[in-house]
């Protein structure tokens, strides 16, 4: 894993430097799980409690797609991260679209939310996000909101229970698309648009819901940027960054 220093980052962001960030690599000793899942793809979500990791993985399975979650630990002095293997518990798919799993994870109080990629009713007509305690006992599920299009990733939540997650769409997706958006102006959309935008929700006693808040909408480039990951800074604002398409960027959305 690629890590980067907050202070380095920060005196880029202020513009107090514009030098290069350096990678610090990070070891993920994975247990051997990425030889021994069958059709493994990789992983795609991380959170930290403490010195504790959670991550999912996606996995091609001849016919279907199959999600896991899996624990590990992370040494502070090495910063070796170690999963333990013998956590990994199945996560069944809510649709039966290819390249489609738990996408993204929130910690949230005592627990571990795992969100679909999919979440648009007109495809998933009961869409949910997995809660799980920290010893990945399973705790229940939340009702999820209308969601469109593609979930890559979650922020960290706030006190009132607040955080964002990446609302993706590619045009070409055809099997997401069905011209309903109900988190635009005119809940329609053009499928030759890509959407790229932030969106608000809040973590209720059993449900998912809106919050009260504008859906932060990116400035769109020529080519569509598939990002896949989220994290708050501080009060600045937002780090996202893509996957290798259309390049790898790193970018900073201030509030």
């Known amino acids: 894993l690629c890590g980067l220093k907050k202070s380095e980052l920060q005196a880029v962001i202020d513009g107090a430097s514009s030098q290069p960030l350096v990678c610090q690599e990070m070891l ?3 247990g051997g799980l990425s030889k021994r899942i069958r059709g493994f793809e990789g992983f795609e979500s991380i959170a930290f409690v403490d010195n504790a990791v959670y ?3 996606e996995a091609r399975q001849t016919t279907k797609m199959v999600g896991y979650l899996v624990k590990g630990e992370v040494d502070p002095s090495s910063l070796i991260i170690t999963i333990d293997s013998a956590s990994a518990i199945e996560i069944e798919p809510q649709t039966k679209f290819m390249n489609a799993s738990d996408e993204a994870m929130l910690i949230a109080d005592d627990q571990v939310i795992t969100f679909f990629e999919d979440n648009g009713y007109t ?3 009961a869409p949910v996000a997995h809660s799980y305690y920290f010893t990945l006992n399973e705790i229940g599920s ?3 909101p209308d969601i469109p299009f ?3 990733d979650a922020s960290e939540i706030d006190a009132d229970g607040i955080f964002y997650v ?3 769409f590619f ?3 055809d099997h997401l698309f069905t011209g309903i958006d109900p988190w635009s102006v005119n809940g329609e959309h053009d499928p030759e648009v890509a959407v790229e935008r932030l969106i608000p929700l809040q973590l209720l006693e059993d449900r998912l819901v809106p919050a009260d808040l504008p859906v932060i909408s990116l400035v ?3 080519e569509a940027r598939n990002w896949e990951g989220l994290a708050r800074l501080d009060n600045l604002g937002f780090l996202l960054v893509t996957d290798k398409f259309p390049d790898s960027i790193l970018a900073f959305v201030r509030n």
């Open 171 to 173: 045009p070409g997706d």
């Open 220 to 222: 769109l480039s020529d």
């Open 123 to 125: 495809i998933n007509t």
């Open 150 to 152: 593609r979930l890559t």
């Open 166 to 168: 990446i609302n993706y």
């Open 28 to 30: 993920l000793e994975d």
């Open 55 to 57: 991550l999912t993985i």
């Open 142 to 144: 939340y009702q999820m």
